[in-house]
DNA sequence: TATAATTAAAGTCAGAGAAAGTCAAAAAGA
DNA sequence: TCTTTTTGACTTTCTCTGACTTTAATTATA
């Protein structure tokens, strides 16, 4: 088995054995529990513990740092994935208000967030790029937010 | 934990336990009573006690000098105010951060929001962007959201 | 009393050390 | 071949300390 399912196995783990599904990881000591090298951990969690896989890492450096990987709770989520899905690689304004507002509608979301959204989304928000690249920031933009609600 | 958390942790404390959000303390004592050197007082201080941390310092030094901590408490739309007219043209992922955090522990937004927020300001979330107009398109999302909270 | 010396604080700063992040190149697999 | 994995050298961020500086109060002295 190669050294990044190990490490994988391990996060996975430990985020069961965890009540609140949180991994907290030094990186250099956990690096050499496996045996590997610390910047393998990093690979390890870009390639395999991303916010698309439903996680989330947090983490510090200096004295005393760590690594910490939270594993999303899946929910009413389905709902979200499908609208996450059907998000293109480029969204109009337009699109984007009758995507939040259905979000609305079936309580995905609050109006709150909503608006907090929206103002993100707003070509006024975007000024200061370029036209042609806004409709494809939008959708990163809206894809990401709503993976965070996951 | 950090000694640094800890000094941090005895000052939020005495800040509660004080009616005027006050902590008064004397550095020399202080430091020995935490266990650390003078000169760490000073940096927990000025890493995380700052104006942008909502945080006033007063000292003297001399015989019977002293240091003291206030806590400045606003008003939720002036905070949120004064933080927006504190981000500049442009903020980078790490200021953001800073932001962020500090806006969660003054409760003007709360952890859904907080995550929500970050994603959008993530560098992730803008890959489609050039990097050298990140940090302008940072600034100008966070304000526009935070705006949309008021 | 006015001034000088002493003592008692707090402030500054550079450097060492601790930890995570990045990236390109080598190695291994498919 | 082409993609994924693994590594290690280098970078960045954060923490902690100690030597030195500055300021204020107190005490001694002219």
Redesign the interface.
């Known amino acids: 088995m190669r050294m990044s399912d190990i490490i994988t196995k391990e996060i996975i783990k430990m985020l069961n054995d965890s009540e609140a599904n949180i991994a907290e990881i030094q990186r250099n000591e956990f690096a050499n529990l496996m045996g590997c090298a610390p910047s393998q951990i990093n690979y390890v969690l870009s390639s395999r513990f991303t916010?698309e896989h439903g996680y989330?890492i947090e983490s510090r450096r200096g004295?005393?740092g760590y690594i910490r990987i939270k594993r999303v709770v899946l929910s009413h989520s389905s709902a979200l994935m499908h609208i996450i899905n059907s998000i293109g690689e480029q969204i109009d304004a337009m699109s984007t208000r009758i995507v939040l507002e259905n979000c609305l509608e079936t309580g995905l979301i609050d109006e709150?967030?909503a608006?907090?959204?929206?103002?993100?989304l707003?070509n006024?928000?975007?000024?200061?790029?370029p036209v042609i690249?806004r409709d494809?920031?939008r959708a990163?933009?809206l894809k990401?937010?709503l993976?965070?609600?996951l």
Not at 124 to 129: F, K, N
């Open positions: 916010p989330i004295g005393g709150k967030n608006r907090l959204m929206a103002s993100a707003s006024s928000a975007m000024q200061c790029v690249l494809s920031l990163s933009l990401q937010m993976l965070s609600l």
